[in-house]
């Protein structure tokens, strides 16, 4: 079955967009641990930005279920795209005040850098996937190495650590996030109108007369 053009960049822009939300969270709560209230402060509101901004369309913060076989939920609401656009916006003047804040801090350093270091193989051997492995020097992303949805017609870069330690993990995801907002901007440019559902799975998702005979005994 093959799904209609808007889904599939529709769903490629909301997996990165979800990618955004985890990857703020992931460094959010090392921050905090660390004592970075400023920094985790700032991150974790613009990932409830976020949150927010997806339940307006999904009605779910987190645990949404918006896709459907061939399809989507229902279509984007007035106004959404021009809110993700300044949610973007918002992002890129908190992350950069956080690359202030964090990058070259001596105390940050010297409790992330050469801490939990993993090599690719122990990282490998343990069932390491995502940015952890990636943070080994490994540049095993699937968007790129057996691209899906939309990925294929992307322009992005796959962000790698050199240590496999904890500064690395750091580095990666926030490389990541900024990966990620350019694909969405790119996914709103590409975003065609048209419909969400395919027309064969329309016509399967459709309860037959006879199906809903047998139900209703």
């Known amino acids: 079955m093959e799904i209609t053009p808007r889904t599939k960049y529709l769903r490629t822009l909301l997996a990165e967009y979800s990618r955004l939300a985890d990857h703020l969270t992931c460094i959010a709560a090392t921050l905090m641990e660390l004592g970075a209230m400023t920094a985790f402060l700032y991150l974790v ?10 339940a307006d ?23 959404w795209l021009k809110r993700l656009e300044d949610i973007l916006v918002q992002y890129e003047e ?11 801090n001596r105390i940050f ?7 939990g270091v993993l090599t690719t193989a122990d990282a490998i051997d343990l ?9 080994t020097g490994a540049p095993r992303d699937l968007r790129k190495d057996t691209p899906y949805l939309a990925y294929a017609e992307l322009d ?57 005979t047998r139900s209703s005994r």
Request: glycine residues 10%.
């Open 94 to 104: 908190f992350i950069g005040r956080v690359h202030g804040l964090m990058d070259r």
């Open 45 to 54: 509101m613009i990932r409830d930005y976020i949150y927010e901004h997806i």
């Open 156 to 212: 992005f870069e796959v962000p790698v650590g050199i240590k496999g330690d904890n500064y690395d993990r750091y580095y990666v995801r926030m490389r990541e996030m900024d990966e990620s907002v350019h694909m969405i901007r790119q996914l709103i440019d590409m975003l065609p109108v048209g419909p969400l559902t395919s027309t064969i799975a329309a016509a399967r998702c459709r309860p037959s007369h006879s199906s809903t």
């Open 109 to 115: 350093i010297d409790r992330t850098r050469d801490v």
């Open 57 to 79: 369309l999904t009605g779910a913060r987190v645990t949404y279920s918006f896709g459907r076989i061939g399809g989507l939920a229902r279509d984007l609401p007035d106004g």
């Open 127 to 135: 069932g390491f996937t995502g940015p952890i492995l990636r943070s």
